[in-house]
């Protein structure tokens, strides 16, 4: 298996943030890392590894502990978003009519709607339910006074639902005009006949009952596995490579770089980060004290902190973040929508992104340094400036950088289709990621 092939597995197994979370965290385990609690008492020495899980279970920062203190050494960042555009089921989901049962969604990000048509979708998610005592009344939680929860990670793994296409016949622009209103077209055939058999069966298929949850955080995803296409087999075909396929790179790159050098004096940090499809405004997103908070906490529990002398917040001058989402690729079909001197090749090589009114956090100083990272790991580099007549994207680089005042570049691998519910991304660039990143801890 090659890490392609790993990278295939990482994406199957990670179709909400609340199960990249799990993966994540299930392969950090595997060298070493240990869980801590965000509200426990830390206390660390140079050498070792834990993950903090938020709250919310949706965001996790993994981290190596260096030997010197981060406000001496500094901390090596790498970040990656754990969401993607998607359709999360409505509060209330659930309506008959036309002899079916349909599920209603919302949008979460910018999803492409078309291409959710006529695709078989998988559910899962988190379901939540109070806790009652024999008479039925809600428990409370002894710690935290607040109703006790029970919390299900849950997925039905079968093609429970779809959303059929609308015949041509039936619309004859629709190549031409064919808008989707998200609201009356983007609902979801459950099933035929009544709800209550079908919900019986999709609540057996999740393990839980979902007509009793208290609560739910649910997605609709396609379920189909990503694929090697081209006849050489050279690029990745399948769903959410923006941004799993930058977490699941950060991930390997944070293994490997412990498993190649165990003891570092720097603290090394994978942030794996939800919401950014929308704008990160959550309780754990990069707009939250969440990160800077783990970080301050690390560097103050951190054994050589009173040695230093220094003031935690160095730590922060220190360090070097480097913000890892995916580039958009030069389309063949399209290929004026990008200018010719920055116009990245799928499987050319991993690529910076710039922008003149900062929606990236890259600087030519922090360009010039991930160039030096690319060098001394031996792979290629792109650049990437949108057409100045286009608009530009942006990511979580900005947010971060501001948040902690430290130096970010904005990188990640060039694919087609981003938002789309199959995207495309090159396997050599897959590699070239990991080697980078690993680079980018080790240095
Ligand atoms: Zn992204």
Redesign the pocket.
């Known amino acids: 298996m090659d890490r392609a092939d790993d990278y295939i597995e990482f994406s199957k197994a990670t179709p909400t943030p609340f199960h990249a979370v799990r993966e994540i965290t299930q392969r950090l385990e595997r060298d070493g890392f240990l869980p801590i609690e965000p509200n426990g008492a830390w206390s660390f020495r140079g050498g070792e590894r834990h993950y903090v899980i938020a709250p919310d279970q949706r965001t996790v920062i993994a981290f190596a502990v260096g030997h010197k203190a981060p406000s001496e050494a500094g901390f090596r960042i790498l970040g990656s978003?754990t969401d993607a555009p998607d359709l999360r089921l409505k509060l209330n989901p659930v309506s008959e009519g036309c002899s079916v049962t349909r599920l209603h969604t919302q949008i979460h990000g910018g999803v492409l709607y078309r291409t959710w048509l006529d695709r078989p979708l998988d559910l899962g998610g988190m379901i939540y339910h109070l806790k009652r005592d024999s008479d039925g009344r809600v428990q409370d939680d002894p710690e935290t006074g607040l109703p006790a929860l029970e919390r299900h990670l849950v997925r039905a793994n079968k093609p429970i639902a779809f959303i059929p296409e609308l015949a041509i016949h039936l619309d004859r622009k629709v190549n031409s005009e064919g808008k989707i209103n998200p609201e009356e077209q983007l609902v979801a055939v459950l099933g035929s006949g009544e709800q209550d058999p079908l919900l019986a069966q999709l609540s057996e298929l999740l393990g839980h009952d979902l007509r009793t949850a208290s609560g739910f955080d649910l997605h609709l995803f396609p379920f189909q596995d990503p694929v090697r296409v081209g006849v050489d087999g050279s690029i990745i075909l399948g769903p959410r490579h923006?941004?799993l396929a930058m977490c699941w790179a950060s991930c390997e790159a944070l293994r490997a770089s412990v498993q190649q050098c165990p003891d570092s004096d720097r603290t090394r940090v994978g942030y794996f980060v939800d919401a950014?499809?929308v704008g990160s405004m959550t309780s754990s997103g990069a707009k939250s004290s969440f990160l800077r908070h783990t970080l301050l906490r690390i560097t103050r529990q951190h054994a050589a902190y009173g040695e230093s002398g220094h003031q935690a917040e160095a730590a922060f001058q220190a360090s070097l973040v480097v913000s890892a989402?995916?580039a958009h690729a030069q389309h063949p079909n399209h290929p004026t929508k990008h200018a010719t001197s920055h116009a990245p090749q799928i499987n050319h090589g991993i690529t910076i992104k710039t922008n003149a009114n900062e929606r990236y956090a890259s600087t030519g100083e922090t360009s010039a340094l991930f160039r030096g990272l690319c060098e001394k790991a031996g792979v290629a580099f792109q650049e990437f400036v949108t057409r100045q007549d286009m608009g530009c994207g942006s990511?979580i680089g900005p947010i971060v950088a501001a948040g902690l005042g430290a130096r970010t570049v904005d990188v990640g691998i060039p694919m087609w289709g981003m938002h789309s519910t199959f995207e495309s991304c090159g396997v050599d660039d897959l590699n070239d990621a990991v080697l980078v990143f690993t680079q980018h801890y080790s240095s």
């Open positions: 978003h923006d941004d950014e499809e989402d995916m990511t």
